[in-house]
């Protein structure tokens, strides 16, 4: 089995510092692709879940955020169009819904 995992990690800067060469150290130890390797564990059954080698990342400042799904007022009022379907079920308003909202997301890198 495999999963596909997407996670933002907090660094202590205790640790690593944040000096241009403490920095430059750090990205050429996490870009090591023979000797770092990314583990998934989980506490509760006390084991390592999976890990892997093969892994992508970017350093992120203090001030950088996630990317955010801007949507127009116009995609919203179509949304709500779907949701709101006299014909249809509460369920398949909800689904439908949802399947928009589901490609609105895939799109977010298009439009960034």
């Given at each position: 089995m495999k999963?596909k995992v997407s996670?933002?990690?907090n660094?202590d800067?205790?640790?690593?510092g944040?000096?241009e060469s403490e920095?430059?150290w750090?990205?050429?130890m996490?870009?090591?692709k023979e000797n770092?390797m990314?583990i998934?564990?989980?506490?509760d ?8 080698f ?14 955010q799904?801007?949507?127009?007022d116009e995609?919203?009022?179509k ?13 398949d308003?909800?689904?439908e819904?949802?399947?928009w ?5 895939k ?6």
């Amino acid at each position: 089995m495999k999963i596909k995992v997407s996670a933002v990690l907090n660094i202590d800067e205790n640790v690593y510092g944040t000096e241009e060469s403490e920095m430059e150290w750090f990205r050429e130890m996490i870009a090591d692709k023979e000797n770092t390797m990314l583990i998934l564990h989980s506490n509760d059954i006390g084991d390592t879940i999976g890990e892997t080698f093969d892994f992508d990342w970017e350093i992120l400042n203090d001030e950088a955020q996630l990317p955010q799904q801007e949507i127009s007022d116009e995609e919203i009022e179509k949304a709500a169009a779907n949701l709101a379907n006299p014909n249809a079920d509460k369920t398949d308003n909800f689904i439908e819904g949802a399947k928009w909202y589901r490609e609105q997301l895939k799109n977010i890198d298009k439009k960034l």
